[in-house]
């Protein structure tokens, strides 16, 4: 009975060891679930939007369209706020021919690679950042990283989608 104890302890230690790896693994699960479903009822093609922003005013939005599971567009547009006036300051279209042209923007992934992303880096548990994760867009990705602590201004890593439609 004494050579017990020691195994479950070990086992113990793992399982906790394991809660350590990830967080919101349970939450990340779930909307993935709700993306494969989504994505088989679009035929894999669909659209979503990656916004940025920040506290100078200056705010982004890539859309990327998927058919087939690849990416074959992305548009961007970037504004900024001049004087309380919200301006237009770059904008494009890229089509398949010529995806990834432009240095801006969000990169060229589906949203698989997105939801591979989030598990494995921007949703880890850090002993020097806080870990964000939320699923808005009807239970599918709306935000997924981190904040490193004592960071003070515009210090998200991760992505943050607004949106996700089929085609």
Not at 44 to 55: C, D, E, F, L
Not at 105 to 124: F, H, P, Q
Request: hydrophobic share 40%; net charge positive; proline share 1%.
């Amino acid at each position: 009975m004494k050579n017990v104890y020691p195994l479950i302890l070990l086992l113990i230690l793992s399982l906790l060891g394991a809660c350590k790896k990830a967080e919101y693994t349970s939450e990340l699960f779930k909307s993935k679930e709700i993306y494969i479903a989504f994505k088989a009822s679009t035929g894999n093609n669909y659209k979503y939007v990656v916004a940025t922003s920040s506290w100078t005013g200056y705010s982004s939005a890539t859309t990327l369209t998927i058919k087939d599971g690849k990416v074959v567009g992305r548009a961007y547009i970037s504004k900024m706020v001049v004087n309380n006036v919200v301006k237009v300051d770059k904008e494009w279209i890229e089509d398949a021919a010529t995806l990834g042209l432009h240095t801006e923007g969000a990169a060229l992934r589906n949203l698989d690679d997105v939801y591979e992303i989030a598990r494995k880096e921007w949703l880890k548990k850090r002993d020097d950042a806080d870990v964000y994760f939320e699923a808005k867009n009807d239970g599918m990705i709306s935000s997924a990283g981190y904040v490193n602590k004592g960071c003070q201004d515009d210090c998200f890593n991760g992505i943050s989608i607004s949106a996700i439609a089929k085609l």
